[in-house]
């Protein structure tokens, strides 16, 4: 079992930055493909960014690409997830998530979930 706590979350202005940060235990991380998600209210979860287990491939939803990045530090068992130029649209509840499989993109194809971390733009 792995257990996965997200932080960083907040409020920010539009133009802002925040960095989150998701904390493993239960489970060494290196080996294991990560990602981010995010669901605003009404809406479905989306995928947001994806990195491999060692951290050489990374992918990201095409409404963040440029303005986020993804990371990870397997010494520290924790994923990352910088936030810049941020816009009222990025408001949403944030999720990291385990891959056990390697596959990205669709929720079904993570295996562990944190319970998430609420970030809020104003405009």
């Known amino acids: 079992q792995v257990a996965l706590v997200e932080s960083g979350g907040g409020l920010v202005q539009a133009g802002g930055s925040l960095r989150l940060s998701c904390a493993a235990s239960g489970r060494a991380l290196d080996g294991y493909a990560m990602g981010w998600f995010r669901q605003a209210p009404g809406e479905e979860r989306e995928f947001v960014a994806h990195i491999t287990w060692s951290g050489g491939n990374t992918f990201y939803a095409d409404s963040v690409k440029g303005r986020f990045t993804i990371s990870r530090d397997n010494a520290k068992n924790t994923l990352y997830l910088q936030m810049n130029s941020l816009k009222p649209g990025d408001t949403a509840v944030y999720y990291c998530?385990?891959?056990?499989?390697?596959?990205?993109?669709?929720?079904?194809?993570?295996?562990?979930w944190g319970q998430g971390t609420q970030v809020t733009v104003s405009s």
């Open positions: 998530a385990l891959s056990v499989s390697g596959r990205y993109y669709y929720a079904a194809n993570y295996d562990y």
